[in-house]
């Protein structure tokens, strides 16, 4: 195993004040009871490798209540070499420090290695919100390509300047602005045409996956796919903005481009969102996200699989088509409160991690 985490030291993150948890190269089972801190834990470890956590709405949330910051610090096999790789979250920011070095652009760091959940929350990738849809995209999208990072950055940058100025200009219902929001439309426009280039590219890559793995997981009875609703497309966002430029003026904000776009899935050509059985929607939301770790896995820099909480209701035939889509020498996090009905291959294969006997 090239690449894996061998320590975990928690300071302050979450419920953990002091945490010192040692892992093995192939799966780890985090077993607790409820409340005991293992979601935690392997939210700390998406936040190494993303700089951000996969379900807090904002990072000081990952802050103990009463300390002023968070910290996460890991000991790390790579190649031949240990690395330590230290995040820091404070009420002002993050700080990731590899090495000694601190990271001074998320989007140079991003790669170094990559994270996918399986959670719980997946079926929002369906029932969610468009927003929801659009941080999956975001997220899975910079870890392939920091470029798309940067010009995500600069867009919302942009975008938030250019809403500013159609506020400004209807209020004052003066025109003096109309140069001021020319060049900003230029600008977002150029930033939105490489978030949407990005955003097709990423389906290309996974639509077929994902359907191979939709085929998979139902015997062969289901067809899915995954549809990219562009807003508007790239080549034609700096028309959008001039010709409708009145309309964004009566609605004082930008109308037009990738801050709009969502996605949906399909199961045999309808809707899934509105056709799809519960079961039907499982099945597509794990697909995805099996079809992402597919993806995510191309390319040289590491992955970690992490199994938030979805075990426990799985018979053990469904976790091990899991596991064996997963196990391709990655290091994978599975978090259970018990290990009744874990597979029993994973437990022989698995390190058993008892968070509530770890120092
Ligand atoms: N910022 C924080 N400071 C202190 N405690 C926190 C903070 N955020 C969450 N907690 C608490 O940490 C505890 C552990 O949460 P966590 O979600 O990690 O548990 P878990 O072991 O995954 O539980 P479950 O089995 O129910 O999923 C919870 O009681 C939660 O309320
Ligand atoms: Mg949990």
New binding site residues.
Partial sequence: MSFHIKTLQLH?F???QNKRLSFGAGANIVV??????????V?AIYCLALGKSFKAASSA???????EY?AARAEIANRDREDVLFVSIGATGKKIVLNNKPVSRLSEYLGYFKAVVFSPEDYRLIKGTPLDRRNFLDVNISQMAPEYLAALISYRKVLKQRNEVLKAMAASSSRGDEDLLDILSAQLAKEGRIIINGRKNFFAGINPLFTERVKQISEGKERGEMYYMVNTEGDRLEAAYSRKRNLELAAQTTLFGPHRDDFEMRLNGEVAAAFASQGQQKTLCLAAKLALTDLLDVGGSPLVVIL??VFSELDSARQNQILGAIDHGHQVFI?A?SVDGLAEGLLKRGTIIN?EEEE
């Fill in positions: 302050d979450r419920c953990h607790g009871k409820n409340a005991s801190g293992k979601t935690s834990v939210e949330e990952m802050i103990r209540k009463g300390a968070a938030d909480d978090t409160t968070i």
